[in-house]
T-cell receptor, first 116, second 115 residues
Framework: AQKITQTQPGMFVQEKEAVTLDCTYDTSDPSYGLFWYKQPSSGEMIFLIYQGSYDQQNATEGRYSLNFQKARKSANLVISASQLGDSAMYFCAMSAGSSNTGKLIFGQGTTLQVKP | SAVISQKPSRDICQRGTSLTIQCQVDSQVTMMFWYRQQPGQSLTLIATANQGSEATYESGFVIDKFPISRPNLTFSTLTVSNMSPEDSSIYLC????????????FGQGTRLTVV
């Protein structure tokens, strides 16, 4: 069975510092994708970054980078130079299987609070 | 990226009634996905909406409670039927982007409160 685990219910970070949000996954499929989303209090889901299981390099998108450690089945999100607007819930998600076309399994989420 | 318009953005409904949520995409997509997010919880997939065939429901979700329509490649509706307070949740539709599985976008969500 496929599973995503986020073990940090809440995190605090000082403005302008970097923060790492943890995510581990479990799947027996060799082909899978890992996603991170930001959900502000408004409820919308904002796509941040994607990492494919066959990608050789860690994904980066602006201030977001994904620390992909395939052997350890972890896909941690690193946010550099935190901003007050980064305060939100963050979800790690996975799509798996060669027949998959976008169906995602989500972790429990991590609430990030950025302190001024 | 795909732009998804979802409405209503929020509603307060009486128990026993039904609400239909609409999701419009700015491009043609093969599959659309409907998720539920109960208060303080993560997202759970309700069903996959396929154009031209019946929706595929996940375990724990049934068509009588959550009927789905998919009349064309850019539009889908989810109905929450015979509502109870336990149906109070955020409902979100999702599509994958043009790069197949490397992108998955969501509508703005519908925040439903059943009283």
């Amino acid at each position: 069975a496929q599973k995503i685990t986020q073990t940090q219910p809440g995190m605090f970070v000082q403005e302008k510092e970097a923060v790492t949000l943890d995510c581990t996954y479990d799947t027996s499929d060799p082909s899978y994708g890992l996603f991170w989303y930001k959900q502000p209090s408004s409820g919308e889901m904002i796509f941040l970054i994607y990492q494919g299981s066959y990608d050789q390099q860690n994904a980066t998108e602006g201030r977001y980078s994904l620390n992909f450690q395939k052997a350890r089945k972890s896909a941690n999100l690193v946010i550099s130079a935190s901003q007050l607007g980064d305060s939100a819930m963050y979800f790690c998600a996975m799509s798996a299987g060669s027949s998959n076309t976008g169906k995602l399994i989500f972790g429990q989420g991590t609430t990030l609070q950025v302190k001024p | 990226s795909a732009v998804i318009s979802q409405k209503p953005s929020r509603d307060i409904c009486q128990r026993g009634t039904s609400l239909t949520i609409q999701c419009q995409v700015d491009s043609q997509v093969t599959m659309m996905f409907w998720y539920r997010q109960q208060p303080g919880q993560s997202l759970t997939l309700i069903a996959t909406a396929n154009q031209g065939s019946e929706a595929t429901y996940e375990s724990g979700f049934v068509i009588d409670k959550f009927p789905i329509s998919r009349p064309n490649l850019t539009f889908s509706t989810l109905t929450v039927s015979n509502m109870s307070p336990e149906d109070s949740s955020i409902y979100l539709c999702s599509v994958h982007g043009t790069l197949q599985n490397t992108e998955a976008f969501f509508g703005q969500g519908t925040r439903l409160t059943v009283v």
